[in-house]
C-alpha cells in the first residue's frame, strides 16, 4: 500500500509539470501552425493610409504634424469614441500623391507617436453594409404606400 501512494505521488508531479509545462507539445493542445491561418490580403497603393496602434490621447493634429514630415497631407483623422471623445487606437491619413504615402509608411511604420508604436499601411476599401434579411423589428409595420397629411 505505501508502496501504491509513493508511486502515485511520483506520477503527479510529472503530470502536472506536462499538464502546466510551455515546452511540452500536446498533440491535444497544440498551437496551430503558422502556415495554416491565411494572410491578410495586402490592400493596392493609394493615397488613403490606415494608421494602427495610436495612444487614446493622441489627436488629429498629432497625427498630421507627425504624417506631414512625409509629405502633403490632405486630411488626417483620428477616430474618436463617441462618448469619451479620446481614441480608438486607429485613424486615416490621406496624402496629395502615391509617392507621398508611400514614403509616409516607410517613414512612420513602426515608429513611436506619443510613446506607442504605431503601423502605418494603406487602407482598404470599405466593404459595403448588405442589408439583413427582412424588416427590422424595430421599425414601425408598414401597411401600404405612406400618405402625407390628411385625405
Given at each position: 500500500?505505501?508502496?501504491?501512494?509513493?508511486?502515485?505521488?511520483?506520477?503527479?508531479?510529472?503530470?502536472?509539470?506536462?499538464?502546466?509545462?510551455?515546452?511540452?507539445?500536446?498533440?491535444?493542445?497544440?498551437?496551430?501552425?503558422?502556415?495554416?491561418?491565411?494572410?491578410?490580403?495586402?490592400?493596392?497603393?493609394?493615397?488613403?493610409?490606415?494608421?494602427?496602434?495610436?495612444?487614446?490621447?493622441?489627436?488629429?493634429?498629432?497625427?498630421?504634424?507627425?504624417?506631414?514630415?512625409?509629405?502633403?497631407?490632405?486630411?488626417?483623422?483620428?477616430?474618436?469614441?463617441?462618448v469619451?471623445?479620446?481614441?480608438?487606437?486607429?485613424?486615416?491619413?490621406?496624402?496629395?500623391?502615391?509617392?507621398?504615402?508611400?514614403?509616409?509608411?516607410?517613414?512612420?511604420?513602426?515608429?513611436?507617436?506619443?510613446?506607442?508604436?504605431?503601423?502605418?499601411?494603406?487602407?482598404?476599401?470599405?466593404?459595403?453594409?448588405?442589408?439583413?434579411?427582412?424588416?427590422?423589428?424595430?421599425?414601425?409595420?408598414?401597411?401600404?404606400?405612406?400618405?402625407?397629411?390628411r385625405?
Amino acid at each position: 500500500m505505501a508502496m501504491r501512494a509513493t508511486a502515485a505521488a511520483a506520477v503527479a508531479p510529472r503530470g502536472l509539470r506536462r499538464l502546466f509545462s510551455t515546452t511540452y507539445a500536446s498533440p491535444i493542445f497544440s498551437p496551430p501552425a503558422a502556415g495554416d491561418a491565411p494572410a491578410p490580403e495586402k490592400a493596392e497603393p493609394n493615397p488613403n493610409l490606415f494608421v494602427s496602434g495610436l495612444n487614446k490621447r493622441t489627436t488629429t493634429e498629432k497625427l498630421r504634424e507627425a504624417f506631414s514630415k512625409f509629405g502633403e497631407v490632405v486630411n488626417a483623422k483620428v477616430v474618436t469614441d463617441r462618448v469619451s471623445g479620446y481614441s480608438k487606437g486607429f485613424g486615416f491619413v490621406r496624402y496629395a500623391t502615391l509617392e507621398d504615402a508611400a514614403k509616409g509608411i516607410e517613414g512612420m511604420d513602426g515608429k513611436y507617436l506619443d510613446g506607442w508604436v504605431i503601423f502605418a499601411e494603406y487602407a482598404r476599401p470599405r466593404t459595403p453594409l448588405t442589408p439583413p434579411n427582412g424588416p427590422s423589428p424595430y421599425a414601425p409595420p408598414s401597411y401600404g404606400p405612406p400618405s402625407y397629411g390628411r385625405q
